[in-house]
């Protein structure tokens, strides 16, 4: 079942979820909009080398940066950038968020792979977006994603509990090492 904003707010307001901060227009009608955080992350292009994803070396490949609201970050055509939301959040062991980007910017011709925020993560939210035909600037504190909360049948029996959870600021992928 998704819930709609009476159920968020009873969520929020019991501190089962947890946002912050939290805006005055943060709950939506049936989901939550998040902002842009001011962390942006590049894939660099000038290596002559591959990712490897058994390997905990990917920072060589990313180009960090804090950004303004005045100056905005520019993501390119068809680039793929790291950004982090604004918000921490924390979902208790029976809801689980689809994460969408907001339609809004995907009319400016950005997107965002299927993202999914299991039962029980707590952290800020990094998120990928892929640049369209024309370069994008976007700023921190704009409302970027939406998630749709879905109620679970159950509590889950695991929460999550993996290695992202915590997470602060844009948080480069880290591989499976079992």
């Not at 390119?76 to 918000?87: D, F, G, I, Q, Y």
């Not at 995907?106 to 990928?128: C, H, M, N, V, W």
């Not at 994603?145 to 109620?151: D, E, G, V, W, Y």
């Amino acid at each position: 079942m998704i819930l709609s904003d009476w159920d968020i707010r009873v969520y929020v307001e019991k501190g089962l979820l947890v946002i912050r901060p939290l805006f005055p227009d943060t709950i939506r009608e049936n989901g939550v909009d998040l902002r842009f955080g001011n962390q942006f992350c590049r894939f660099r292009r000038d290596l002559n080398a591959v990712i490897d994803t058994k390997s905990d070396e990917v920072s060589e490949f990313l180009v960090c940066e804090e950004v303004s609201e005045e100056t905005g970050f520019t993501i390119n055509p068809l680039e793929h950038v790291l950004a982090t939301t604004l918000e921490w959040i924390e979902l208790p062991h029976d809801l689980v968020g689809f994460v969408n980007l907001r339609s809004t910017f995907a009319r400016y011709s950005l997107y965002i792979p299927p993202t999914i925020i299991d039962a029980g993560f707590k952290g800020q939210i990094t998120i990928e977006l892929v640049g369209g035909s024309c370069p994008v600037r976007v700023y921190p504190g704009q409302r970027f994603l939406h998630i749709i909360f879905a109620r679970t049948s159950s509590p889950v029996y695991r929460p999550y509990s993996g290695k992202y959870q915590e997470q602060k600021g844009v948080t480069p992928p880290k591989p499976d090492l079992e």
